[in-house]
């Protein structure tokens, strides 16, 4: 495994290019994660977690990736995006036809995450793809703050290509909501609430 001290180092850029994984930090654990286009690709980061491929993995960009390219984002939903992301939010969206088949799995559902974390947001700002990321841990096991313990149980997988150094500084989770139905349904409570998201939502205060 390659160790990596910063996202400009540009070999983090290539092994996602190549379709390969790489491990990351987030605002809140270590994570891993490939691009979002590539089935292969997602085959590898379910295989080195040990993770059922059945089980959605969220979408992670920077703010000007053409979500509506492959997401279908109403008025409301481009509401709460333009309130909260970047930032500590997860929404599910209605996928489109040409939305890859692993951001959704059948289900025509796919959750999507802006994050604030600024040297992780000029990342995925620099890739001309979007990720998938999810928890740097074997499935089941607890997630990870600390690079080193990352590396103790990645180090002998020939799938996971390198790690990128950096902090993990909120422990509190995101806030998962979705958005697929007439109103907005809390999945998960981090620090934004279901009346903040309704706010925006159905467009009150504007």
Do not use: W
């Amino acid at each position: 495994m390659l160790l990596l001290s910063s996202f400009s180092d540009p070999r983090a850029k290539d092994i996602l290019l190549q379709g390969e994984v790489l491990a990351l930090p987030t605002e809140t654990v270590y994570g891993v994660g490939v691009r979002f286009d590539d089935e292969n690709a997602y085959q590898r980061l379910c295989q080195c977690k040990g993770r059922s491929p059945s089980k959605p993995i969220a979408v992670r960009c920077g703010p000007d990736f053409p979500l509506d390219d492959y997401f279908l984002l109403t008025p409301a939903i481009k509401r709460v995006r333009k309130k909260f992301l970047p930032g500590p939010l997860t929404v599910l969206v209605k996928a489109k036809e040409s939305a890859p088949y692993q951001t959704h799995l059948g289900t025509f559902v796919a959750g999507i995450r802006i994050p604030g974390k600024k040297e992780l947001l000029d990342f995925l700002s620099s890739l001309p793809f979007a990720l998938q990321v999810t928890s740097a841990n074997r499935s089941g096991s607890p997630a990870l703050k600390d690079r080193q313990k990352v590396i103790e149980v990645f180090n002998d997988s020939p799938l996971v290509k390198a790690i990128v150094e950096g902090k993990c500084e909120s422990g509190t989770p995101t806030t998962v909501v979705s958005l697929v139905g007439d109103s907005p349904l809390i999945i998960r409570q981090g620090d934004v609430t279901k009346e903040e998201i309704d706010q925006a939502f159905f467009g009150k205060g504007d």
